[in-house]
């Protein structure tokens, strides 16, 4: 089995600009170092899986006894953030992983796309106009802007509906973004450059993982293997 997953922490963004000096914005992601804390097996726990811990800087008196009776066993450090990431198959002459490797971002080399899981920005109590984009009322004088008008009528239903939008808690949910491409690897620095956003603030936590569903390559752009399709319409007319 080979891990497919690995933690890290956003760092920022910057701008790359590619072969055809088309410009990209870029999340680098320190990805890693992990250690893998645990195994999950089908036969002991009904499922395959590995238990990855960031290994980062981290009192051992800063953890609890089960804390560090369980990282006793696989004979980790100690780990601030543990994550449970899907397996694959390991390739050929690849070593099987095991309780106590360390996972590094090397993991992505033969990967175009990954899934990046992180938490959102907290923005505290919102309204409206800003939690679910409302309009929001006349702004003339003698007229409140920041309002969603009615929840209820009074004669029917005379009653707020389950799940109507309204002001609250707005913020710090986990968000998938899937496949974002990879723009560039550093192997010596951990570092993961992805093209795209990636979900909550600078030094949060994201769980980045190889792309579930990744997206297929169009025609005439995936090589030179395959159909121009400008030229083949060109070709085309020129036989009729």
Same mark, same amino acid.
């Given at each position: 089995?080979?891990?497919?997953?690995?933690?890290?922490?956003?760092?920022?963004?910057?701008?790359?600009?590619?072969?055809?000096?088309?410009?990209?914005?870029?999340? $680098?992601?320190?990805?890693?170092?992990?250690?893998?804390? @645990?195994?999950?097996?089908?036969?002991?726990?009904?499922?395959?899986?590995?238990?990855?811990?960031?290994?980062?800087?981290?009192? =051992?008196?800063?953890?609890?006894?089960?804390? %560090?009776? &369980?990282?006793?066993?696989?004979?980790?450090?100690? $780990?601030?953030?543990?994550?449970?990431?899907? $397996?694959?198959?390991?390739?050929?002459?690849?070593?099987?992983?095991?309780?106590?490797?360390?996972?590094?971002?090397?993991?992505?080399?033969?990967?175009?796309?990954?899934?990046?899981?992180?938490?959102?920005?907290?923005?505290?109590?919102?309204?409206?106009?800003?939690? &679910?984009?409302?309009?929001?009322?006349?702004?003339?004088?003698?007229?409140?802007? @920041?309002? @969603?008008?009615?929840?209820?009528?009074?004669?029917?239903?005379?009653?707020?509906?389950?799940?109507?939008?309204?002001?609250? &808690?707005?913020?710090?949910?986990?968000?998938?973004?899937? %496949?974002?491409?990879?723009?560039?690897?550093?192997?010596?620095? %951990?570092?993961?450059? $992805?093209?795209?956003?990636?979900?909550?603030?600078?030094?949060?936590?994201?769980?980045?993982?190889? =792309?579930?569903?990744?997206?297929?390559?169009?025609?005439?752009?995936?090589?030179?293997?395959?159909?121009?399709?400008?030229?083949?319409?060109?070709?085309?007319?020129?036989?009729?």
């Amino acid at each position: 089995m080979a891990v497919t997953g690995i933690l890290g922490k956003k760092i920022g963004m910057t701008q790359v600009f590619d072969e055809k000096g088309d410009v990209h914005p870029i999340t $680098v992601l320190q990805a890693g170092p992990c250690v893998i804390t @645990q195994l999950k097996t089908a036969a002991r726990d009904g499922y395959d899986a590995a238990q990855i811990g960031l290994v980062e800087f981290v009192k =051992a008196s800063r953890m609890t006894k089960a804390q %560090n009776g &369980h990282l006793k066993k696989s004979e980790a450090p100690p $780990v601030k953030v543990i994550k449970e990431v899907d $397996v694959e198959a390991a390739t050929d002459g690849a070593a099987e992983a095991k309780a106590g490797d360390r996972v590094l971002v090397d993991i992505f080399t033969d990967a175009k796309f990954v899934d990046v899981i992180g938490t959102s920005k907290g923005r505290g109590f919102a309204g409206v106009v800003k939690r &679910h984009k409302f309009g929001g009322g006349p702004k003339s004088h003698g007229h409140m802007f @920041q309002v @969603q008008g009615s929840i209820g009528a009074s004669s029917f239903p005379s009653r707020v509906f389950p799940g109507q939008r309204m002001p609250g &808690h707005f913020g710090t949910d986990q968000v998938t973004v899937r %496949n974002l491409r990879i723009r560039g690897i550093d192997v010596d620095e %951990n570092l993961l450059m $992805v093209e795209g956003a990636v979900p909550g603030p600078r030094e949060g936590y994201v769980l980045i993982s190889k =792309a579930k569903a990744p997206p297929r390559e169009r025609r005439g752009f995936a090589g030179l293997g395959t159909v121009d399709p400008l030229k083949a319409a060109k070709k085309a007319a020129k036989k009729k």
